[in-house]
Every structure is written in C-alpha cells, then in structure tokens.
C-alpha cells in the first residue's frame, strides 16, 4: 500500500521503527491542501499536524510502500479505527503528484486528524522530526522554509 505522509512520519527512522516494512517511494506534492495544528496527541503530548483542503496551497510530503500488516500498526499509531465511527482520525484516500508533477498522479492513502478547536502548541521536538524528515528526503527549500517559520524564536 502506498503511504502518503506529511507530519513526524516523514522521519525515516520513526517510520522504519512504526512499520518496519516501510519502503521509500517518492516525493510527492498534495495540491491545495495545507497544514494546520489539528489536534493534541497523546504520544507526543502537544499539538500535531493535519491537513485540509486550501484553494492555491501545496502540501508536500513523502510516499512510503507499507504492508498490509504494518497498515494495522500504523492504523493504531495514528489514532484510526475503522470500526469507530468517531474515533478523531480518518484513513483516505487522495491523489498526489509524484516529485511534483502534475503527468504522475498517484492514489496513495493518508491520515486525516479531526481538526479540534484550540489545540495545545506543536512542540520542538515535533517539529524538528518533521522538519528533519522534509530536509532527509530533499523537500523543496520554499517548502523547508516555510516549516522552519513555524519555529520557535530564540
């Protein structure tokens, strides 16, 4: 299965270590969709990255080849539950563009947090895996900086 993943699961080795069948696949563009701070996680204890649909944005992030048993693991990590209608996370799928490019659209699957109002701020540890997961795989430097904007001043 095709993994799209745009938050800390861009960091290779969180990702190896959650679905230890994770395969690199590409880069990939999400058109207008954008992230926002979408909710508190448990496992992070602070806010984390979703995403929703914005006219004239562009989301990157990584494709990753996962198994179907890993599929389960991830489900778990994420907060999914098919079998919970209301369980604050959907799985759906959506159409990226390979290395950015409109001639190579992919169906990939992705997570979808509920977007709750006022979550609690991203954390720097959070950050840095998710900026560190857009510099490891070469995301484009617009994009880099733009995270990099969302850190904490010093």
């Not at 990157?60 to 209608?85: C, H, M, R, T």
């Not at 991203?122 to 490891?136: F, P, Q, R, T």
Request: one cysteine or more.
């Amino acid at each position: 299965m095709l993994y799209f993943a745009y938050g800390s699961d861009m960091d290779w080795n969180l990702m190896r270590k959650k679905c230890p069948s994770t395969r690199f696949f590409s880069r990939a563009l999400l058109d207008q969709f954008k992230l926002v701070v979408a909710r508190e996680s448990s496992q992070w204890k602070c806010g984390i990255f979703g995403i929703i649909p914005e006219d004239k944005s562009q989301l990157w992030g990584v494709i990753y080849e996962i198994s179907l048993f890993d599929l389960g693991k991830l489900d778990v990590s994420e907060g999914y539950n098919p079998l919970k209608k209301d369980c604050g996370c959907l799985r759906k799928e959506c159409i990226v563009y390979k290395e950015g490019d409109n001639n190579f659209p992919l169906t990939v699957f992705s997570y979808f947090p509920e977007i709750m109002p006022n979550p609690p701020p991203l954390s720097l540890e959070y950050l840095n895996k998710v900026i560190g997961g857009a510099h490891y795989w070469h995301l484009p430097k617009g994009y880099i900086a733009n995270l990099n904007r969302l850190l904490p001043k010093s």
